[in-house]
């Protein structure tokens, strides 16, 4: 496989990069894991006997009216990238050393030789950031900064080795770039996720490129496949395949530009209505000392003024002290039976509940089982946020589908040796579901 130059993306985007990307760049140590994300297809087209939606009135400006701001230039476009891999071409071995030695300069705590086998590794690719200085072509000073990295197609997740940008090149914005064209390509490679093992050094650099500590891939995906580094943490970042990495700055401008239209097109007339004072008696035959909740948002919703501008009752009461404390009590409770439930994917003999069971190779399942349940449907159930109120709820559905494990494989198997031992560990850590 020859080396190639990534050309800048020709796929027109909506947004653009600021040019000030300012971050740590410091060489990164680390090791990868993640999870499957998938899409689901849009909805078929209506059908053409339905009705034709109504013609806006004359006065009503369309989208043919709306002339839209000329993008401004991406900044990526004029920077010089490659991936770079072990195909014993001459240009791809010069880089693959120079990338080699930038990684044992940045790197110093990182043995050489490791460095070395893992660069050099078929199975490792490597995204470098090259230098448009003819006179550094094919030499080490052509390579700026680079990203080594392991993807793993079937688990859809990549593992990133090693990350740096040479001492000459820092605080120029190169390690935000660096890592925002690695996830633009990992996107053409399927990749759903970006795992590495950071070091206490490199934590606030990854937290800066959208990496978070909370790994929402159950351990057994990728344990085994990548290398667990003492000292190291492990973070986990999303790669959305429909986002452009490149201009994110300006995609949020445009939001927030969108959204401040939005609220002067809504208060455009309303702003300019002066309300005369409240009367005397305004509050005359109304309980004015009661501090209950809704009582002080119908008084606040009588005041003329305030339902013109747009409030109502539902948004008078989520602004109470009850409903702020409620919305805190449900974000505690979803996160700590996530937590729980993510203890139990964790166990080894956990393997056989993570996902629904296969009722296409397991024809008869349903027959024995009438309420089927696994750890994958209860985390499903968990985000949505309606199902279980407590945390005894989700005990309960756990030995469920202990029991119905139990219930149709019967003694003697793998599979009800797990159950067994997944319902003995979850008798350990019931008091857990009682807090």
């Known amino acids: 496989m020859s080396d190639e130059e990534v050309q800048p993306s020709r796929k027109?985007?909506?947004?653009?990069?600021?040019?000030a990307e300012a971050t740590d760049e410091a060489g990164l140590s680390s090791s990868v894991a993640a999870t499957t994300a998938q899409e689901e297809d849009e909805s078929s087209s209506p059908e053409s006997s339905q009705e034709a939606p109504a013609p806006p009135p004359p006065d009503t400006p369309t989208m043919k009216d709306t002339k839209l701001p000329p993008r401004p230039p991406n900044v990526y476009d004029s920077i010089r990238r490659a991936i770079v891999i072990n195909d014993n071409t001459r240009t791809n071995l010069i880089r693959l050393i120079g990338l080699k030695s930038l990684f044992a300069r940045q790197l110093p705590k990182m043995p050489k030789e490791y460095i070395a086998r893992l660069v050099?590794?078929?199975?490792?690719?490597?995204?470098?950031?090259?230098?448009?200085?003819?006179?550094?072509k094919d030499c080490d000073d052509e390579i700026i900064g680079g990203i080594c990295y392991r993807a793993y197609p079937e688990m859809r997740f990549a593992e990133i080795a090693f990350c740096a940008v040479s001492a000459s090149q820092q605080v120029k914005g190169y390690g935000t770039k660096l890592m925002n064209l690695l996830k633009m390509h990992a996107v053409t490679e399927g990749i759903d996720f970006l795992i590495t093992y950071a070091d206490n050094y490199a934590i606030g650099y990854f937290k800066k490129q959208g990496f978070t500590k909370a790994v929402t891939m159950p351990k057994g995906r990728y344990q085994g496949l990548i290398k667990d580094y003492d000292g190291g943490t492990i973070m986990e970042c999303y790669v959305h395949p429909s986002i452009d990495f490149t201009r994110v700055p300006e995609m949020i401008e445009a939001q927030r530009e969108f959204i401040l239209q939005r609220i002067r097109a809504g208060t455009a007339k309303s702003d300019k209505v002066v309300y005369p004072p409240l009367p005397p008696d305004f509050y005359a035959g109304q309980d004015v000392k009661s501090r209950a909740e809704k009582g002080a948002a119908e008084r606040a919703l009588a005041i003329p003024g305030v339902a013109e501008a747009g409030w109502t009752m539902a948004d008078l009461m989520a602004s109470t002290r009850d409903a702020k404390d409620s919305d805190k009590k449900k974000h505690q409770l979803k996160s700590d039976m996530l937590a729980l439930v993510s203890k139990v994917q964790d166990q080894q003999y956990s393997w056989c509940f993570r996902d629904p069971v296969d009722t296409n190779e397991v024809k008869d399942y349903l027959d024995v089982v009438t309420d089927p349940i696994d750890l994958k449907t209860m985390e499903k159930r968990i985000r949505r946020g309606d199902w279980y109120k407590t945390k005894h709820m989700l005990f309960s559905d756990m030995m469920k589908m202990v029991?119905?494990?139990?219930?149709?494989?019967?003694?003697?198997?793998?599979?009800?040796?797990?159950?067994?031992?997944?319902?003995?560990?979850?008798?350990?850590?019931?008091?857990?579901f009682t807090e």
């Open 12 to 19: 027109k985007r909506k947004l653009s990069q600021d040019d």
């Open 120 to 136: 050099f590794d078929r199975r490792h690719k490597s995204l470098a950031i090259l230098s448009s200085d003819p006179s550094k």
């Open 403 to 432: 029991n119905n494990c139990k219930l149709y494989n019967g003694e003697g198997n793998t599979y009800y040796d797990c159950a067994v031992s997944l319902e003995k560990y979850l008798a350990s850590i019931s008091p857990m």
